[in-house]
């Protein structure tokens, strides 16, 4: 198990600011840390890990604060506030050069993590959606903290957020927060049917990246694997995303007795874990590896 590495003095000192701020206005505001991880889209541990100056403040973070706070950024983050405003600007500079370049990007990426699965209609109305919302955040001067990219699925189609959470498949790492979502991927609905996928809802699935080894075999390191996060407990024997004694972990879980699971490693080469059932806490259960296997 890895030690999380402290803060610099700068970034601890943006938390401090940030949590004195907080703690100055919450009451006269009717806020709560459950409150803001609601609008931030992340667990109220994850609030506290910011304010305590666990995880370092990002800009995602620092703009819902600074409006639930009603207070600017460089109250509590000038370095925030500058990487914002400089994001600002080259936005407005944006030609239609770099919107197309944006939109070939996206369809690269769709390429190599798995675009084989989506048909080329699908593809073209990723990259439209792109141009579409670059097009119009370098008009109306958005800033990018704020711009979100508009894709609409058509009929059948899901809508699959990426969450960059950097799951461990190996020791583990201290949990990041479930709200930064780097891109939307649209997939058909027969194409999970097809593959014997079911699913709490549609608004459950995410898609998180995997690292490490020890699930070697079903998930290679930095395989995409879509998840449900409408899985939060138990549900037989299967492969989870779960957090122990501090660390995020894809492992697969299997009932040992009343009072203890078995974190098997796909991987002969990692050895089992014994965990008390108390001790864990299931955030989502893996349906699908979406590999890309470069022929």
């Not at 919450?26 to 991880?37: E, W």
């Not at 639930?68 to 506030?81: D, Y």
């Not at 001067?141 to 969450?163: F, L, R, T």
């Amino acid at each position: 198990m890895t030690k999380k590495k402290d803060l610099s003095p700068q970034l601890k000192a943006e938390c401090e600011a940030a949590k004195k701020l907080f703690t100055q206005k919450k009451n006269a505001l009717g806020l709560t840390q459950a409150k803001v991880a609601e609008a931030a889209d992340i667990s109220p541990a994850g609030v506290a890990m910011y304010l305590n100056g666990t995880n370092p403040l990002n800009a995602k973070f620092a703009v819902v604060l600074s409006r639930l706070l009603q207070e600017p950024v460089e109250r509590f983050s000038p370095r925030i506030a500058a990487e914002l405003a400089q994001m600002q600007a080259v936005q407005v500079k944006s030609s239609g050069s770099t919107v197309s370049t944006a939109a070939e990007k996206v369809l690269e990426m769709l390429r190599k993590h798995g675009g084989k699965s989506l048909d080329a209609t699908a593809q073209d109305k990723i990259a439209k959606a792109v141009a579409d919302s670059l097009s119009d955040a370098s008009a109306q001067a958005v800033p990018p903290s704020q711009a979100q990219i508009k894709v609409a699925p058509g009929h059948g189609d899901i809508s699959i957020p990426q969450y960059d959470i950097r799951a461990a498949m190996g020791h583990g790492q201290v949990p990041a927060e479930y709200s930064e979502v780097i891109r939307n991927v649209i997939i058909r609905e027969d194409v999970l049917r097809e593959k014997g996928v079911t699913y709490t809802s549609a608004q459950a699935l995410s898609i998180i990246t995997g690292w490490g080894q020890s699930m070697e075999g079903t998930i290679n390191d930095k395989d995409p694997v879509i998840v449900d996060r409408g899985v939060t407990d138990y549900q037989g024997e299967g492969v989870y995303v779960l957090s122990w004694h501090g660390d995020l972990l894809i492992k697969r879980l299997q009932r040992k007795d009343e009072d203890h699971m078995w974190l098997i490693s796909d991987n002969p080469k990692n050895k089992d874990l014994q965990a008390r059932t108390d001790d864990l806490t299931i955030h989502a259960k893996v349906l699908l590896v979406w590999n890309a296997r470069k022929l």
